[in-house]
């Protein structure tokens, strides 16, 4: 009966199709499974076809950036046009941002061309720092995606920031889509924020937020966080949930697809706050 509710396929930045997901989950004897692609619906259908034949359970999802965080979304309605606004929106700012960052390398001596950091993106050419990320490992610059990320890509000096929809407007639209809301790994949060955990899980909470995820790849140096995630999550009454965060086996090789799971009775909680 064991969940994974975080996967991401090619259509974002995982590295793989969804029947690759869908057959790992069914691999790894789960039942349900969730694929959560950042802004992006396209893996979707093809996913719910695939997870038929198999005969597991695909939850719909998706991992929607907002202001400080981004939100995790299940059971929605994907033809609502207002919350597929803001996934454009979110799709069409982080492009944006990409590409001046490219930019900004060239600019500052990087040999990084926009067409091969393409090469890396999928079906749908949703460009994000992932694939630069990998660019910039591949010309040598960094010796590995989190030396990228942390070294390089973090500190760009970009003029342009990415347009945000605010946490609030964002919970609101999933639940005018028939969905629910939860916060993903909440260890990536702002210092300030998890400084500050109780009153910023509170606010979500106010705003409609259900769950929070507190099973998933986290480095040790998080786990007094988690923990008091944990506790506070469940004097505020919301569901923990959890997942792999799957991207892909190569590159991330923590996100494993049957490494974090949780109960189906999770999925059931989740269903049971759909109003």
């Given at each position: 009966?064991?969940?994974?509710?975080?996967?991401?396929?090619?259509?974002?930045?995982?590295?793989?199709?969804?029947?690759?997901?869908?057959?790992?989950?069914?691999?790894?004897?789960?039942?349900?499974?969730?694929?959560?692609?950042?802004?992006?619906?396209?893996?979707?259908?093809?996913?719910?076809?695939?997870?038929?034949?198999?005969?597991?359970?695909?939850?719909?999802?998706?991992?929607?950036?907002?202001?400080?965080?981004?939100?995790?979304?299940?059971?929605?309605?994907?033809?609502?046009?207002?919350?597929?606004?803001?996934?454009?929106?979110?799709?069409?700012?982080?492009?944006?941002?990409?590409?001046?960052?490219?930019y900004w390398l060239k600019d500052n001596g990087y040999n990084v061309e926009?067409?091969?950091?393409?090469?890396?993106?999928?079906?749908?050419?949703?460009?994000?720092?992932?694939?630069?990320?990998?660019?910039?490992?591949?010309?040598?610059?960094?010796?590995?995606?989190?030396?990228?990320?942390?070294?390089?890509?973090?500190?760009?000096?970009?003029?342009?920031?990415?347009?945000?929809?605010?946490?609030?407007?964002?919970?609101?639209?999933?639940?005018?889509?028939?969905?629910?809301?939860?916060?993903?790994?909440?260890?990536?949060?702002?210092?300030?924020?998890?400084?500050?955990?109780?009153?910023?899980?509170?606010?979500?909470?106010?705003?409609?937020?259900?769950?929070?995820?507190?099973?998933?790849?986290?480095?040790?140096?998080?786990?007094?966080?988690?923990?008091?995630?944990?506790?506070?999550?469940?004097?505020?009454?919301?569901?923990?949930?959890?997942?792999?965060?799957?991207?892909?086996?190569?590159?991330?090789?923590?996100?494993?697809?049957?490494?974090?799971?949780?109960?189906?009775?999770?999925?059931?909680?989740?269903?049971?706050?759909?109003?």
């Amino acid at each position: 009966m064991r969940c994974d509710l975080h996967t991401h396929t090619h259509f974002t930045d995982g590295f793989h199709s969804p029947d690759f997901v869908i057959k790992c989950a069914k691999q790894n004897r789960l039942k349900a499974i969730a694929i959560t692609d950042h802004n992006c619906l396209d893996a979707l259908p093809i996913a719910q076809k695939i997870a038929e034949k198999e005969k597991i359970e695909l939850i719909t999802g998706v991992e929607i950036n907002c202001e400080a965080t981004e939100i995790l979304a299940y059971f929605f309605d994907t033809t609502y046009e207002p919350l597929l606004k803001i996934l454009e929106e979110n799709k069409k700012s982080i492009n944006d941002v990409m590409v001046q960052k490219i930019y900004w390398l060239k600019d500052n001596g990087y040999n990084v061309e926009i067409e091969d950091v393409l090469k890396f993106t999928g079906p749908t050419q949703n460009l994000m720092a992932t694939h630069l990320a990998l660019e910039l490992k591949r010309k040598g610059y960094a010796k590995d995606l989190p030396d990228a990320f942390t070294n390089i890509i973090k500190k760009i000096n970009a003029c342009y920031k990415p347009k945000r929809v605010s946490t609030k407007k964002v919970i609101a639209e999933i639940k005018n889509a028939g969905g629910v809301s939860v916060l993903p790994h909440p260890w990536y949060l702002p210092l300030s924020l998890r400084n500050d955990s109780e009153n910023y899980l509170s606010k979500l909470s106010g705003y409609g937020l259900v769950g929070v995820e507190t099973t998933g790849p986290h480095e040790t140096k998080h786990e007094k966080f988690l923990d008091n995630c944990k506790e506070i999550t469940k004097r505020l009454d919301l569901i923990e949930t959890g997942g792999s965060d799957f991207h892909g086996l190569y590159y991330f090789p923590e996100n494993i697809i049957g490494k974090y799971t949780v109960d189906y009775s999770v999925i059931k909680k989740l269903k049971e706050k759909i109003i």
